[in-house]
């Protein structure tokens, strides 16, 4: 499976942004689908998961209340939809698919190439 993330660029603290990561190869509709990000010197961290079944999600604390994940298995694609977006924010920002069918959202083994989002103060 290919996984292409777009819609990062640079924006103003209190700005939106909407990521997309559209996968190839590979449906997506049975696989919990994420957002991690990677902040320059920092390890990769969880943002979001939606899972493959009733859409339930789960977030990072410190985006709660601020960025929606969501799907649309008919485009084979997932979204980040990032509100009141903080210089802290910044980071490379990847996608990425669980490998179990039907899975928990405990194998994210799949990853695309990340997009940049910069968030000056």
């Known amino acids: 499976v290919q996984l292409q993330a777009s819609g990062g660029g640079l924006v103003q603290a209190g700005d939106s942004l909407r990521l997309a990561c559209t996968a190839s190869g590979r449906t997506i509709s049975g696989y919990y689908m994420a957002w991690f990000r990677q902040a320059p010197g920092k390890d990769r961290t969880f943002v979001a998961d939606i899972s493959w079944g009733d859409s339930s999600t789960r977030y990072a604390d410190s985006v709660k209340g601020r960025f929606t994940i969501y799907r649309d298995n008919a485009r084979n694609s997932v979204y980040l939809q990032m509100n009141s977006l903080k210089p802290e924010d910044t980071a490379v920002y990847y996608c990425?698919?669980?490998?179990?069918?039907?899975?928990?959202?405990?194998?994210?083994?799949?990853w695309g190439q990340g997009t940049l989002v910069t968030v000056s103060s």
């Open positions: 990425s698919v669980d490998s179990k069918t039907y899975g928990f959202g405990r194998n994210y083994d799949y």
